[in-house]
């Protein structure tokens, strides 16, 4: 399936690569490239070190991590991964007006792009199924051990891999996106045959339709089980209540990632459709330019949802304590060990996400 690149027909169905004399060089202006080379910029340091820093904090007590922190430190390496291994290759381009790393750097960006975009879908994926069953199946919780995040994350890997590599073996491309200083999934291939609809159809299907469906399902699940049992846990003794409401809070804190992951995706998810089976010639290239930024900053969201929830926690912490200050002076020594321990908040939130 995979076409040869080095041909220039004329034919105006053919994709742009194949149809431009030159299909590195920058479709936008030398203005408009910089300020993308500088977004792009921006984007990586603060992904690279918040990300970074999520590992480093995790593999300070990696002999204790538990089955769902496994998880998170899997979707920090994925986000990691798209800012060291992929960002680069667009910044660099971008200063220079023109992708400058030929066919073999495109499917290489193209494939790296895909390969950490699909791991960190399906491990939020899994993390929503494991707020699932944590919340509307309690008995869940007590038989998860470390070796079944392994396996999960083994599964995940292997996914990830199956569907990226396919393009390289010839079931699929990679190619430069219409702009010219970034490279994709050949959306294109669906315009040019009917093996290309059918595995464009499946990629879409399997990376994205099928993991945003369970995404959306685990959580809306969570919530009709929330609305139904809320009167319930009210009427439990303290610790019950706290824990609940502990749950709660950390089943936010994935819901953020996820919705935050998805924003940043559908828009881009939306113009490959088109180009797939649409009119790709109908979006101009500088709008198209627009959904490619805004995925390439998801990386850049989880760090800073950690430390706002560990922010907003922590005074969710103070302003409960200080509420039962009168009724308890082992509850204001508490409250005040908490506050002074800030800075392990964030392993607390990740131990449940």
Not at 246 to 269: N, R, S
Request: charged share 15%; net charge positive; glycine share 6%.
């Amino acid at each position: 399936m995979a076409l040869n690149h080095t041909a220039l027909p004329q034919d105006e169905r053919l994709p742009h690569y194949l149809r431009d004399g030159d299909p590195f060089a920058s479709k936008l202006s030398w203005e408009a490239d910089i300020v993308a080379g500088f977004y792009l910029t921006i984007i990586g340091i603060l992904s690279t070190f918040g990300n970074g820093y999520v590992l480093y904090m995790s593999s300070r007590r990696k002999k204790k991590l538990r089955p769902a922190e496994i998880m998170t430190i899997n979707l920090a390496v994925c986000d990691l991964g798209i800012s060291v291994v992929g960002k680069p290759f667009t910044i660099i381009s971008c200063f220079c007006h023109r992708w400058v790393f030929g066919w073999i750097g495109c499917r290489w960006y193209g494939w790296a792009g895909f390969f950490f975009g699909c791991g960190s879908l399906i491990t939020m994926t899994a993390v929503s199924l494991d707020r699932y069953l944590k919340i509307c199946y309690l008995s869940y919780g007590v038989w998860l051990k470390r070796k079944h995040a392994y396996i999960c994350l083994a599964a995940i890997w292997a996914y990830a891999s199956f569907w990226t590599t396919m393009p390289l073996v010839g079931l699929g491309d990679y190619a430069p996106e219409p702009f010219g200083t970034s490279c994709t999934l050949d959306w294109w291939l669906a315009q040019a045959s009917v093996g290309g609809q059918v595995f464009i159809l499946n990629i879409l299907f399997f990376c994205l339709l099928l993991p945003t469906a369970v995404i959306v399902f685990s959580y809306v699940k969570i919530i009709a089980k929330v609305k139904s049992s809320s009167k319930e846990v009210a009427h439990f003794d303290s610790r019950i209540h706290s824990s609940h409401v502990l749950e709660m809070k950390l089943t936010k804190v994935a819901m953020l990632i996820c919705a935050g992951f998805l924003i940043a995706w559908i828009p881009y998810a939306v113009v490959s459709v088109w180009s797939a089976f649409g009119r790709p010639d109908s979006i101009p290239i500088q709008l198209s330019v627009v959904p490619t930024l805004l995925a390439k900053s998801a990386a850049m969201y989880n760090p800073i949802i950690y430390q706002v929830i560990d922010y907003k926690f922590a005074c969710c912490q103070t302003g409960g304590l200080k509420a039962t200050k009168k009724k308890s002076l082992e509850g204001f020594r508490l409250h005040t060990v908490t506050t002074v321990r800030k800075s392990s908040a964030v392993l607390e939130i990740h131990e449940e996400v």
